[in-house]
């Protein structure tokens, strides 16, 4: 068990030196670029149409991920870490769209 | 045989020298645990904003108060703000006190913009006429937005704090260990922003 833990450890350390600051700096001009076009896309709702909804979703996934693995560094943590973040992000969409399916559904 | 398994799992190390049963940190882990406990809180808030966001009157809705260029400028700024967290976190991992306190303080001030940028728009939105009780739309916008700005107010207070006992040298064990949880709160008020912007401003009623 140690073994296998200081081969993560030592794994982790290794992916970590392959992001330099340069790295990072190029991320965050990559997503200061994808609100950029967010807030294009935005402006043509009805130009769009029925592409409008999933584009806009999909792009505010691609930041929100774009954060929690590169400058959160969960692609390069240990798995505990993500198991508890991803239980109470998964619980809470679980729970919430339940909820609002619920009032959609027998809703006034 | 068990015995051994046991006495390497609490003989393991974390990367920062305190023994723990996983080899993990336990502070890093409760930060996580924290997190994963707070996309509960913002879940909730998320969506009772959605099912109201209806819910107005016929001239003080979503498409007639928000100022989007104003929110997109906010929005840019709390993002580079992330980016100013990381370069701080990498550089305390360097043990480079200098650039580490650096990077915290322009986190602190970008994250101060930010807020000072919500209360420029909560009053904006005031003089409109859109109160906290004008409607189940305005309730849950304000509560949503406002527990988000508490959120950035207390990261902010953190920064300055890890500033001052870097500072001061009072910061008992591994100081980067320290920037780094201060670093994962903050991008976690990051992403929540992120999810924010586009499902209440961007997404029209």
Redesign the interface.
Same mark, same amino acid.
């Given at each position: 068990m140690s073994t296998e833990t200081a081969h993560a450890t030592e794994h982790d350390e290794a992916n970590h030196d392959h992001w330099s600051d340069l790295s990072y700096v190029r991320l965050a001009l990559a997503l200061a670029l994808i609100t950029a076009i967010e807030v294009a896309i935005s402006y043509k709702v009805d130009e769009l149409g029925a592409v409008f909804l999933p584009l806009l979703l999909g792009l505010m996934l691609v930041k929100f991920f774009s954060v929690v693995l590169f400058f959160m560094h969960l692609k390069f943590d240990n798995r505990l870490f993500s198991l508890m973040f991803y239980l109470g992000l998964g619980l809470a969409v679980a729970v919430y769209a339940a909820m609002l399916f619920t009032f959609r559904f027998f809703g006034s | 045989m068990a015995d051994t &398994?046991v006495h =390497? &799992?609490v &003989? /393991?190390h974390d =990367?920062h020298g305190h023994a723990t049963s996983?080899?993990?940190s336990n502070n890093?882990?409760a930060m996580? %645990?924290f997190?994963?406990? /707070?996309? #509960?809180l913002?879940?909730?808030l998320? @969506?009772t904003y959605?099912?109201y966001r209806g819910r107005h009157t016929a001239n003080l809705g979503p498409d007639q108060v928000w100022d989007?260029?104003f929110t @997109?400028a906010s @929005?840019?700024v709390l993002?580079?703000s @992330?980016?100013t967290?990381?370069?701080a976190v990498?550089a305390a991992?360097r043990k480079d006190d200098r650039n580490t306190n650096l990077w915290l303080t322009v986190t602190a001030i970008l994250g101060s913009l930010f807020v000072a940028g919500q209360v420029y728009e909560f009053t904006s939105f005031y003089r409109e006429g859109l109160g906290y009780t004008t409607s189940l739309f305005s309730s849950s916008f304000y509560t949503l937005t406002g527990f988000h700005g508490v959120h950035v107010s207390i990261g902010v207070i953190m920064l300055l704090a890890t500033v001052g006992m870097i500072l001061k040298n009072r910061i008992p064990g591994d100081k980067a260990e320290v920037v780094e949880l201060v670093?994962?709160y903050w991008?976690?008020v =990051?992403?929540v922003w992120? #999810?924010i912007?586009? %499902?209440v401003?961007?997404?029209?009623a």
């Open positions: - | &398994a =390497d &799992a &003989a /393991e =990367d996983t080899g993990l890093k882990l996580w %645990l997190l994963g406990s /707070e996309c #509960l913002f879940g909730g998320i @969506s959605m099912l989007i260029p @997109s @929005s840019f993002l580079m @992330s980016l967290m990381v370069l990498t991992k670093g994962l991008h976690f =990051d992403i992120i #999810l912007f586009t %499902l401003y961007l997404i029209p």
